[in-house]
DNA sequence: AAAAAAT
């Protein structure tokens, strides 16, 4: 069996990786760190969660030892599409570099130039940046990229998707064409291909893990649900409560607003969460991320800037708290648990009108996902459950409201959910027909839990802390003065206690 | 229809 000893890596890079723990590369280290320790050109098709960081970093550093930065000339250049996904690659070379003394440098945005800059003077023997942030310093001549020996481009597909590719090829214009470039996408549309062809001379490819599949180690869940916010947020804590084995989770909302939202509300309810999207100022963003990292928050309300490439170890649940509407970004999503083999758990909230997008995802992953308990509209009793007989025609005075609140499992109360422990785990593995409840018949059901009002200060599964460390005091101060009309005020508080100013005008969107 | 990223 190979082992990273056999790839050809310096003996510092070597023992570093030793005490991080490795001794076996995973299929994409294997395959790309011999062909680039020897100057070759590399095409990746990797996702997240195989090693794909790694693959680069490595033998990157030991090419590194020899040689010396100059002042303001890279030597070497790593693109990344976010922020965070930048700050994560960083964190790999504090790593694995430890026993190195380059100077690594994250240009990003969101933070000051002044110690980018004194970075740059310095000399920076890699520059792991976002483009808008790398243009910049270009365009203010702090920054030349005539000395970059090395240029990685990651994540290739998602710069396509967020419109990066003509940055991108402004920057890699800037670079000398005798660089060696290693290029890393999960997918191969046919504008990424082009792109490679542009960008690569002769490379190596790489292809692991075939896209748009997802692990299987993770339980897929359909959830039935209203598509009403309040009650979807009530199913989504009775869902969360009812798991027996949630260490943590990523909950996603398709929009920022809702992420806020979402988080407030979770909040409010007693739970440990934080949250993460791009409008949120970046210390926000990074104390909140970190906060996870550390087990100090236990639920993470994110958009799709934490669907990929956030290296996030051991996420026990994934929840969409909203159908993705790109398939894609379910798989992505959903990779956020059971990676590196682990069990994991993924629900996905459903109400009627999302259903054409959950055919979608079950053509793309080309299987059917369970519904949870029986649930499903598929035209039976439960079409009447669901919102649509509130809104447009006339209720036919159905008693009960609609299934999301009516199928509460805990019951509201703490007690219930502690005291009798939900053991039919129905929530997590089994095939779960309806067994338990069968909640395709409404108001069989309906009648018990008279659902009281959402609970009182449920205190769910102990969260370990409330919240996380930002900003009490303008959070506080946030929620007291705008108890009023916190409904109509879509401003994110409680996100750091700087909140920019263009967060505070058209929140809304 | 939405998110990400420079300000």
Same mark, same amino acid.
């Given at each position: 069996?190979?082992?990273?000893?056999?790839?050809?890596?310096?003996?510092?890079?070597?023992?570093?990786?030793?005490?991080?723990?490795?001794?076996?590369?995973?299929?994409?280290?294997?395959?790309?760190?011999?062909?680039?320790?020897?100057?070759?050109?590399?095409?990746?098709?990797?996702?997240?969660?195989?090693?794909?960081?790694?693959?680069?970093?490595?033998?990157?550093?030991?090419?590194?030892?020899?040689?010396?930065?100059?002042?303001?000339?890279?030597?070497?250049?790593?693109?990344?599409?976010?922020?965070?996904?930048?700050?994560?690659?960083?964190?790999?070379?504090?790593?694995?570099?430890?026993?190195?003394?380059?100077?690594?440098?994250?240009?990003?945005?969101? +933070?000051?130039?002044?110690?980018?800059?004194?970075?740059?003077?310095?000399?920076?023997?890699?520059?792991?940046?976002?483009?808008?942030?790398?243009?910049?310093?270009?365009?203010?001549?702090?920054?030349?990229?005539?000395?970059?020996?090395?240029?990685?481009?990651?994540?290739?597909?998602?710069?396509?998707?967020?419109?990066?590719?003509?940055?991108?090829?402004?920057?890699?214009?800037?670079?000398?064409?005798?660089?060696?470039?290693?290029?890393?996408?999960?997918?191969?549309?046919?504008?990424?291909?082009?792109?490679?062809?542009?960008?690569?001379?002769?490379?190596?490819?790489?292809? +692991?893990?075939?896209?748009?599949?997802?692990?299987?180690?993770?339980?897929?869940?359909?959830?039935?649900?209203?598509?009403?916010?309040?009650?979807?947020?009530?199913?989504?804590?009775?869902?969360?409560?009812?798991?027996?084995?949630?260490?943590?989770?990523?909950?996603?909302?398709?929009?920022?607003?809702?992420?806020?939202?979402?988080?407030?509300?979770?909040?409010?309810?007693?739970?440990?969460?934080?949250?993460?999207?791009?409008?949120?100022?970046?210390?926000?963003?990074?104390?909140?991320?970190?906060?996870?990292?550390?087990?100090?928050?236990?639920?993470?309300?994110?958009?799709? +800037?934490?669907?990929?490439?956030?290296?996030?170890?051991?996420?026990?649940?994934?929840?969409?708290?909203?159908?993705?509407?790109?398939?894609?970004?379910?798989?992505?999503?959903?990779?956020?648990?059971?990676?590196?083999?682990?069990?994991?758990?993924?629900?996905?909230?459903?109400?009627?009108?999302?259903?054409?997008?959950?055919?979608?995802?079950?053509?793309?992953?080309?299987?059917?996902?369970?519904?949870?308990?029986?649930?499903?509209?598929?035209?039976?009793?439960?079409?009447?459950?669901?919102?649509?007989?509130?809104?447009?025609?006339?209720?036919?005075?159905?008693?009960?409201?609609?299934?999301?609140?009516?199928?509460?499992?805990?019951?509201?109360?703490?007690?219930?959910?502690?005291?009798?422990?939900?053991?039919?785990?129905?929530?997590?593995?089994? +095939?779960?027909?309806?067994?338990?409840?069968?909640?395709?018949?409404?108001?069989?059901?309906?009648?018990?839990?008279?659902?009281?009002?959402?609970?009182?200060?449920?205190?769910?599964?102990?969260?370990?802390?409330?919240?996380?460390?930002?900003?009490?005091?303008?959070?506080?101060?946030?929620?007291?003065?705008?108890?009023?009309?916190?409904?109509?005020?879509?401003?994110?508080?409680?996100?750091?206690?700087?909140?920019?100013?263009?967060?505070?005008?058209?929140?809304?969107?």
């Amino acid at each position: 069996m190979t082992t990273f000893a056999d790839l050809g890596l310096s003996q510092k890079v070597l023992s570093a990786v030793t005490d991080a723990g490795y001794t076996t590369p995973t299929p994409i280290q294997a395959g790309a760190i011999p062909p680039a320790l020897e100057r070759r050109d590399i095409l990746g098709i990797a996702q997240t969660g195989t090693g794909k960081t790694a693959s680069f970093v490595l033998p990157m550093l030991t090419m590194l030892e020899r040689g010396r930065a100059r002042a303001r000339m890279p030597r070497t250049l790593i693109l990344e599409p976010t922020r965070e996904l930048a700050a994560q690659v960083h964190e790999n070379f504090e790593k694995y570099g430890k026993n190195h003394r380059l100077n690594i440098v994250l240009l990003i945005g969101g +933070v000051s130039f002044e110690e980018q800059y004194r970075k740059l003077e310095r000399g920076a023997d890699v520059l792991i940046a976002t483009p808008g942030r790398l243009l910049d310093h270009t365009e203010r001549g702090k920054l030349l990229m005539t000395g970059v020996e090395l240029l990685v481009i990651d994540e290739a597909d998602r710069m396509l998707d967020m419109g990066f590719i003509p940055d991108i090829e402004r920057i890699v214009k800037l670079i000398p064409f005798t660089r060696q470039t290693l290029f890393f996408s999960a997918t191969m549309p046919p504008e990424i291909q082009k792109l490679a062809d542009k960008f690569l001379q002769n490379p190596a490819r790489i292809e +692991v893990a075939p896209p748009s599949s997802t692990a299987a180690t993770v339980t897929q869940k359909l959830v039935a649900c209203s598509g009403k916010d309040f009650e979807k947020r009530e199913r989504l804590r009775d869902l969360i409560r009812s798991q027996t084995d949630l260490t943590n989770a990523i909950i996603f909302c398709n929009r920022k607003k809702d992420v806020a939202d979402l988080y407030k509300s979770l909040e409010k309810h007693g739970f440990s969460v934080g949250a993460l999207h791009g409008d949120m100022d970046q210390r926000s963003r990074t104390n909140m991320l970190q906060g996870f990292k550390d087990n100090e928050i236990t639920l993470l309300v994110a958009s799709d +800037v934490a669907a990929r490439g956030l290296d996030i170890p051991a996420v026990s649940h994934v929840f969409n708290f909203d159908v993705p509407i790109h398939a894609e970004d379910y798989v992505h999503r959903i990779g956020r648990t059971g990676r590196a083999g682990r069990e994991g758990a993924a629900f996905t909230l459903v109400n009627r009108r999302d259903t054409k997008y959950v055919d979608a995802i079950t053509k793309l992953i080309t299987r059917d996902i369970e519904w949870l308990d029986g649930d499903k509209f598929a035209g039976t009793a439960s079409d009447d459950a669901d919102e649509a007989p509130r809104r447009g025609r006339r209720s036919d005075g159905k008693p009960g409201s609609s299934r999301c609140s009516g199928r509460k499992a805990g019951e509201t109360e703490t007690e219930a959910a502690k005291a009798e422990p939900i053991n039919e785990t129905a929530a997590v593995e089994p +095939v779960a027909n309806a067994s338990a409840e069968p909640t395709a018949a409404p108001d069989a059901q309906e009648s018990r839990p008279k659902r009281q009002e959402p609970s009182k200060r449920a205190d769910p599964q102990q969260p370990k802390q409330a919240s996380p460390e930002p900003a009490n005091d303008d959070r506080n101060r946030n929620r007291r003065g705008g108890r009023n009309n916190e409904d109509r005020d879509p401003t994110p508080v409680g996100f750091g206690d700087d909140i920019p100013a263009f967060m505070m005008i058209g929140a809304g969107s």
